[in-house]
């Protein structure tokens, strides 16, 4: 069990442009996280994928953000035409949930996390 | 709406003081609570969780007891050393969501002095 990786750990970028974000998670878990911390602040829910299907998106997901998870393994989080409000850790997690368990039993396990900086 | 509110920081500790560390939610029914623990360039590690009114939650000498009565969970530990200097989150997942999102308090940043 290599753990939940991320990559690339840092990612400085001009604002307007495009960056994308790629997370790994432990092998045979089937939910994946997606979250955003900011200086001084607790991580903050985006999205979530069980399996393949992405099954809720927060509000703080503007329609420049956008998360795929084919095949229901590694997941990528795409920032279009980013800002410096995007600056942030953007933080990962995945955790195996079955059809019948509580998820609020199920322990989330976090990746490293990218630390975008946007000038 | 569901959320959490833990004690400002930063908190300075001698090695072998006491340890408390407050944190209280708001939440629709009764919510899972969690303990996450991220220390100096790694990433968040669960510490304990409760899922349930009086659980103790307990790992590493660290333990926090689910209070319904004052929607509370307080992080406590006996003896504090200097490796315990870390940023510690409280968060809850809501058993209406079904999708287990944990929602966040804003940490509370530990430093503990030899």
């Known amino acids: 069990d290599t753990g939940v990786s991320q990559d690339p750990r840092h990612k400085i970028t001009k604002r307007g442009q495009n960056v994308t974000f790629r997370c790994d998670p432990i092998?045979?878990?089937?939910?994946l996280y997606w979250y955003r911390q900011t200086l001084g602040q607790g991580p903050e829910f985006l999205t979530y994928?069980?399996?393949?299907?992405?099954?809720?998106k927060s509000r703080l997901l503007s329609d420049r953000f956008s998360a795929e998870r084919p095949k229901g393994s590694f997941s990528t989080l795409e920032i279009q035409r980013t800002e410096q409000g995007d600056s942030a850790m953007y933080l990962c997690?995945?955790?195996?949930?079955?059809?019948?368990?509580?998820?609020?039993?199920?322990?989330?396990?976090f990746g490293p996390g990218t630390r975008l900086t946007v000038l | 709406g569901n959320s959490v509110t833990q004690m400002e920081g930063p908190v300075t500790l001698s090695e072998e003081a006491f340890l408390t560390i407050n944190c209280t939610y708001t939440?629709?029914?009764?919510?899972?609570l969690f303990w996450y623990v991220q220390y100096p360039g790694e990433g968040l590690q669960l510490l304990l969780k409760?899922?349930?009114?009086?659980d103790k939650g307990s790992n590493k000498g660290f333990e926090a007891t689910y209070r319904k009565e004052t929607t509370s969970f307080h992080l406590e530990k006996g003896s504090v050393q200097v490796s315990d200097s870390a940023v510690y989150f409280c968060?809850?997942?809501?058993?209406?969501?079904?999708?287990?999102?944990?929602?966040f308090g804003q940490g509370t940043e530990l430093s503990v002095k030899p």
């Open positions: 997690a995945s955790s195996r949930t079955s059809g019948t368990s509580n998820s609020g039993t199920d322990t989330q396990y």
């Open positions: 092998s045979e878990h089937n939910r």
């Open positions: 994928f069980q399996n393949e299907a992405q099954l809720e």
């Open positions: 939440a629709t029914g009764y919510p899972s």
């Open positions: 409760a899922t349930k009114a009086d």
């Open positions: 968060a809850l997942i809501s058993l209406y969501n079904q999708g287990g999102k944990l929602i």
